[in-house]
């Protein structure tokens, strides 16, 4: 069985109420098995603990977390008891919209109080999608009426808005959606989406890579939308030629998460993609048929979340004057709105020397 688990978040008033309805009556009709997993956050305080009841706001949010980690932990075991071969389970909200209500310190001391790290648990959703609060761009339609754990007033909702995003920034499926259209729009793309991560009706990845100036690091390490990633990523012996078999560790500060993914070229810009998460013994035992051709491949990636896109910089310890920026859209065709601080050379997706498959066979 393959159980696959998402995040629908978003800033306050972004439309997930709605949206959850819709993803859930088109999932039955194309076969899928889903859970829903409803907002942890109402359930408290519409049922008296809130951050205004408990001794201190880090408490409550300690609560928050343990309760949404057990809820998620039960319906993996009832997943497991199910009569599908897919099951996807839908969360409303994730454990990391928690850090979005928390100052860095707050945060830090609850992951030690329930002894868990960041990397794991934003990454051990399978991809997470973020619908942007009204506030943002539908300032007429932003309302608390439909939610009585609902209190932020429209600037309120906008800052936590970024936060939320940033919180999730790092991920290594994250998607923002906007509301640079109608709200019906909104949610189509939504679903547009999802289904597009699920591999409906085959698992595409459309990607643009640019060449750039080695960028500023202390400025992106710095900035609250941008997270570093360590990455290793080895290859290994594939039956087919324009197919790549890849391994990947990524993480960061000794906290790792791995996977396995299958590419396979359509275009120079369309590939089909198929991913699967390992274990570490698992991701230990796919090592030893490692193609030998090929030298590892260690880079550091920093993920940026830019004007509601999400782009990859890739630092590598090799190049000290250029690094690659790549973006990942929904359609060929979908316009790209680059960062004012980053120097772009020229888009590369077309030029084979630029993959990373290429590069590990040119790493001396």
Known sequence: MEIIKMVITGGPCAGKSTAMSRIQNTLANMGYKALFIGETATELITGGVAPWT??????????????????EKIFEQAALTMNADKVLIICDRGVMDNKAYMQKEEFEHVLKEINANEVELRDGYDAVFH????????????????????????EQAILIDDKIISAWTGHPHFRVIDNSYDFETKIRKLITEILGFLGEPEPLEIERKYLI???????LENMDNCEKVEIIQTYLHSPEQNQQIRLRQRGFD?????????????????????ENRLTKDEYLKLLMSADTSKR???KNRYCLTYKN????????????????????????????????????????????????????????
Not at 56 to 69: E, G, V
Not at 213 to 219: C, G, H, N, S, V
Not at 254 to 274: N, S
Request: net charge negative.
């Open 213 to 219: 100036e080695y960028p500023d690091l202390r400025m």
């Open 296 to 298: 590892q491949i260690r």
């Open 254 to 274: 000794g906290h790792y998460v791995y996977f396995q993914t299958i590419k396979k070229d359509i275009t120079p810009v369309k590939r089909i993609e198929i």
């Open 309 to 364: 896109q999400y782009f990859e910089i890739d630092v590598f310890p090799f190049w000290k004057d250029k690094a690659l920026m790549e973006i990942e859209l929904s359609d060929e065709d979908s316009p790209i709105v680059f960062p004012d601080f980053i120097k772009i050379i020229r888009e590369v997706t077309t030029e084979s020397e630029y993959k990373n498959s290429s590069l590990a066979q040119q790493i001396i």
């Open 131 to 154: 619908l942007v609060t009204a506030a943002k761009g539908a300032e007429q339609f932003y309302t608390t009426i439909n939610n009585t754990a609902r209190t932020e007033t429209p």
């Open 54 to 71: 408990c001794g201190t706001n880090a408490q409550y949010q300690s609560f928050q977390m343990k309760l949404q980690i057990e809820k």
